[in-house]
Structure formats: structure tokens, C-alpha cells
């Protein structure tokens, strides 16, 4: 009869060799121990996903931030110039990536704010109007510029003045930041004019009266809020307040 297979006894081990194979088992009556290759590594692939509503520097980089530490093992970088973020990661991350954008990436809702500046009486009230979106700022001036004499080089007629130019008048900056009941309003309103009394530094330098009010409140739509009151000049003390209302 022909052998077609050779065995070979070595203390407990009996090692069984056949045309492609080898298999060990220990005799002793412990379990067969299979050796498995490494697992292979999940394909990656490039892909480029841009920011719709995102559009502000800081957003863009909280987004990068918030996909980094939720998907540690992927390669993620912001194109600042197109507003996108490149990933390379595998098919299981992009998918991710996807949600997590879709999640945070929405339209923000606009904001009409007016502040009426007055001492009560609607009729000599001043009224200011801003549109503010959801997590962003606004800035709104009203008034002059004056100029102010710095400094002089020169004799005779070949003298020269630097002349330096100060705004005159109401300055706002609004900023709203949260969502839903907590919705937050940053309000900062200057008013500078120029003073009856003149500076004693300098005969042609102007004398400014200033008043800042800075303050953060809580936003109820269709609901005055009063944020407070400013002094002006002549001892005259207006009181400031703002309504909220959604645009879209």
C-alpha cells in the first residue's frame, strides 16, 4: 500500500505533515490552537466637505475641533480659502464626519433688535434699529467726525498741522449668542459729543463728553428689556431698552 503520509512522534507533540498543510495538536488533550493572519487595516479614502452656514473663521475651527475629538484616528484639516474641510479617513469616519456637520452646520436664525434711547417720552426718543444673526455681531454709528489738532512741524509758511479725526455722536454694537430660552444680547452703546467748555492742554483742542453703557441680558421675543441709562452731557440721564424680534 503506498504512504501518502509521514508521522513523526516527538514526546507529547504528534505533528502530522501532508502535501500543503501542517497541522499541530497536543496530545495532552488541550484545545487546537490556530494561528489567523493580522486583521487588515479598514480602507481610507480623500473626500472635501464644505461649510454651508459656518462662514465665520472661529465657527469653521470649532467645527475642525469638534470632528478631531470625535474622530481621533482621521486626518482632518480646514481650507480656509474655500471654507471646507478635507478629510481623509475610513468609510465608517466620513459617515461620521457627515452627521456630525449635518448636526451643526444649520442656518441661523436672524434677529430684528430696536433700542429706543429717551428719558420717557416716546416723542423725543431716539430709535435704533439692528438686524443681528444668531452668533454674530453688528455695528451701527450715527453721527460726525471732528477734527482735532495733534501736533505742528514747520515755521513760518511752510508750518504744517496733523489733524486727527475723533466720531461724534452714537455708537452700538450688538451681539447675540445661545439659542432658544437662553439666548444672550451683548449691548455696548457710546455716546461722545463735544463739550461747550474747551481743553486746557491746547486752545484748539476740543473738550468730549463721553458715555459708555455695557451690559448682557437675557432675550424674550416681542418683550422690552431695560438694559439701563446713560448720562449725557448737561447732567441730562436718558434710559436705554431693546425688543427682540425673530426675522427668519
Same mark, same amino acid.
Given at each position: 500500500?503506498?504512504?501518502?503520509?509521514?508521522?513523526?512522534?516527538?514526546? /507529547?507533540? &504528534?505533528?502530522?505533515?501532508?502535501?500543503?498543510?501542517?497541522?499541530?495538536?497536543?496530545?495532552?488533550?488541550?484545545?487546537?490552537?490556530?494561528? #489567523?493572519?493580522?486583521? #487588515?487595516?479598514?480602507?481610507?479614502?480623500? !473626500?472635501?466637505?464644505?461649510?454651508?452656514?459656518?462662514?465665520?473663521?472661529?465657527?469653521?475651527?470649532? !467645527?475642525?475641533?469638534?470632528?478631531?475629538?470625535?474622530?481621533?484616528?482621521?486626518?482632518?484639516?480646514?481650507?480656509?480659502?474655500?471654507?471646507?474641510?478635507?478629510?481623509?479617513? +475610513?468609510?465608517?469616519?466620513?459617515?461620521?464626519?457627515?452627521?456630525?456637520?449635518? @448636526?451643526? =452646520?444649520?442656518?441661523?436664525?436672524?434677529?430684528? $433688535?430696536?433700542? +429706543?434711547?429717551?428719558?420717557?417720552? /416716546?416723542?423725543?426718543?431716539?430709535?435704533?434699529?439692528?438686524?443681528?444673526? #444668531?452668533?454674530?455681531?453688528?455695528? $451701527?454709528? #450715527?453721527?460726525?467726525?471732528?477734527?482735532?489738532?495733534?501736533?505742528?512741524?514747520?515755521?513760518?509758511? =511752510? *508750518?504744517?498741522?496733523?489733524?486727527?479725526?475723533? @466720531?461724534?455722536?452714537?455708537? $452700538? @454694537?450688538?451681539?447675540?449668542?445661545?439659542?432658544? @430660552?437662553?439666548?444672550?444680547?451683548? +449691548?455696548?452703546?457710546?455716546?461722545?459729543?463735544? !463739550?461747550? *467748555?474747551?481743553?486746557?492742554?491746547?486752545?484748539? =483742542?476740543?473738550?468730549?463728553?463721553? /458715555?459708555?453703557?455695557? &451690559?448682557?441680558?437675557?432675550?424674550?421675543?416681542?418683550?422690552?428689556?431695560?438694559?439701563?441709562?446713560?448720562?449725557?452731557?448737561?447732567?441730562?440721564?436718558?434710559?436705554?431698552?431693546?425688543?427682540?424680534?425673530?426675522?427668519?
Amino acid at each position: 500500500m503506498r504512504r501518502n503520509a509521514e508521522y513523526a512522534v516527538r514526546g /507529547s507533540l &504528534c505533528v502530522l505533515m501532508t502535501a500543503g498543510a501542517v497541522l499541530a495538536m497536543a496530545t495532552a488533550g488541550h484545545a487546537v490552537a490556530q494561528t #489567523q493572519g493580522a486583521d #487588515q487595516k479598514p480602507a481610507e479614502s480623500y !473626500a472635501t466637505l464644505y461649510l454651508t452656514n459656518l462662514t465665520e473663521v472661529r465657527e469653521a475651527n470649532d !467645527a475642525v475641533t469638534d470632528l478631531r475629538n470625535m474622530l481621533p484616528k482621521a486626518k482632518i484639516y480646514h481650507v480656509e480659502s474655500a471654507n471646507a474641510i478635507s478629510m481623509y479617513a +475610513t468609510a465608517e469616519d466620513l459617515a461620521k464626519a457627515q452627521k456630525i456637520l449635518a @448636526d451643526i =452646520d444649520r442656518p441661523r436664525k436672524t434677529y430684528r $433688535l430696536t433700542y +429706543t434711547i429717551g428719558d420717557g417720552d /416716546s416723542a423725543h426718543a431716539t430709535h435704533l434699529v439692528a438686524v443681528v444673526a #444668531q452668533w454674530s455681531k453688528t455695528m $451701527l454709528k #450715527q453721527g460726525a467726525r471732528v477734527p482735532i489738532v495733534t501736533g505742528s512741524y514747520g515755521k513760518g509758511t =511752510d *508750518e504744517n498741522t496733523q489733524v486727527q479725526y475723533q @466720531d461724534i455722536g452714537l455708537n $452700538l @454694537d450688538a451681539t447675540l449668542e445661545g439659542s432658544g @430660552d437662553g439666548l444672550r444680547l451683548r +449691548t455696548k452703546i457710546e455716546q461722545t459729543s463735544v !463739550a461747550e *467748555e474747551k481743553s486746557n492742554v491746547g486752545i484748539q =483742542d476740543p473738550l468730549l463728553h463721553q /458715555s459708555v453703557l455695557e &451690559c448682557e441680558s437675557i432675550v424674550v421675543m416681542g418683550k422690552p428689556i431695560m438694559l439701563g441709562s446713560m448720562e449725557l452731557a448737561g447732567g441730562m440721564r436718558m434710559e436705554v431698552s431693546v425688543v427682540a424680534e425673530v426675522v427668519k
